[in-house]
């Protein structure tokens, strides 16, 4: 299966992202990818996107990450809400209800 998904690049502390076309069973760091569809830099906010092959691959079925869906939300090339990103990957603890037992009933 194919998904979109952000390739790190760049210096360390100074990172910048190739957005690719990859399997989903390879790694974003093997550096090997189907085809490259453009570019984004967190630090200037440079946004570089190939909308056709963009509009090509999600067209042939191909399945964008949450982060990578977000950007294409914004830059208005898929119509869409955002997709909640959690930076942490454990599941938010469920809140926990309030002990009736602790309070004694009033008979």
Known sequence: MLVMRFQRVGRKNDPSFRVVVTQKERSAKAGRFVELVGSYNPRTKAVD????????????????SATVHNLLVSKTIISGSKIHVSRSSKKAAPAQKPAEAAAPAAV
Do not use: D
């Not at 996107?49 to 964008?64: A, S």
């Open 49 to 64: 996107l190939k909308t056709e092959r963009i509009q090509y691959w999600l067209g042939k079925g191909v399945q964008p």
